[in-house]
Structure formats: structure tokens, C-alpha cells
Nanobody, 124 residues
Framework: QVQLVESGGGLVQDGGSLRLSCAAS????????MNWYRQAPGKERELVAG???????NYADSVEGRFTISRDNAKNTVYLQMNSLKPEDTAVYYC??????????????????WGQGTLVTVSS
């Protein structure tokens, strides 16, 4: 079974920091892009940051300069370092990946694999 498991969410004060982790587990053959999305109450899910297999990154304007996405290919893990957090960053954060799994020589691509989400709450 292939899955993404997030961790690192919690409650933090305005201006604080948190680091989210997302680990892909299972028979992973390769991972292309990995992304972080978030969904605040009453709002649509939005892309926060993304990183490709070669390390290229992109960020939403609202988090540029405050958040940093990185990945450890050996651990099949992506991280989101969040600094200078604001109350408007409060949301459930979801990990998303485009990856290929392999079982006994059969490869299956998951273009939109999602984690279960982790809640980040920033208090004012």
C-alpha cells in the first residue's frame, strides 16, 4: 500500500515557526513532484509550495519568503519549514505527490496521491 503520512502540525503563536513533514511509504519506485496544499475553513484548497524531482521550487505569493519546501529523496520525504507564521496561515495542510510505485515488476503511477492532512493553528 502506497501512502503519504504528514506530521508536524500544531498550535503556534503569531510569528512562530513549525516544520511539517510528509513521508511516502510503500513500494516507491520514483517520486516526481511533491507539493503542499492547505485548506482553511470555508475556503478552497490552495497550493502552498511545490518541489520537483530536480529540486526546483515554487511558492504561493502569500508564503514567499516565509516558507521553505525541501525534500530528502533517500527518505522519500518532503518538508515545509514555516516561519513568521500568521493567523491567516491557519489551515489543514495536505501533502500531495506524483509518484510511481512498483510491485513485482509492475509499475503504477499515482499522479495525485494525497495525505490525510495535518492541522496548523496560528493564534494571534
Amino acid at each position: 500500500q502506497v501512502q503519504l503520512v504528514e506530521s508536524g502540525g500544531g498550535l503556534v503563536q503569531d510569528g512562530g515557526s513549525l516544520r511539517l513533514s510528509c513521508a511516502a511509504s510503500g513500494s516507491i519506485f520514483s517520486i516526481n513532484a511533491m507539493n503542499w496544499y492547505r485548506q482553511a475553513p470555508g475556503k478552497e484548497r490552495e497550493l502552498v509550495a511545490g518541489i520537483t524531482s530536480d529540486g526546483s521550487t515554487n511558492y504561493a505569493d502569500s508564503v514567499e519568503g516565509r516558507f521553505t519546501i525541501s525534500r530528502d529523496n533517500a527518505k522519500n520525504t518532503v518538508y515545509l519549514q514555516m516561519n513568521s507564521l500568521k493567523p491567516e496561515d491557519t489551515a489543514v495542510y495536505y501533502c500531495n505527490a506524483d509518484l510511481t510505485a512498483s510491485w513485482i515488476g509492475i509499475r503504477v503511477r499515482y499522479r495525485e496521491l494525497w495525505g490525510q492532512g495535518t492541522l496548523v493553528t496560528v493564534s494571534s
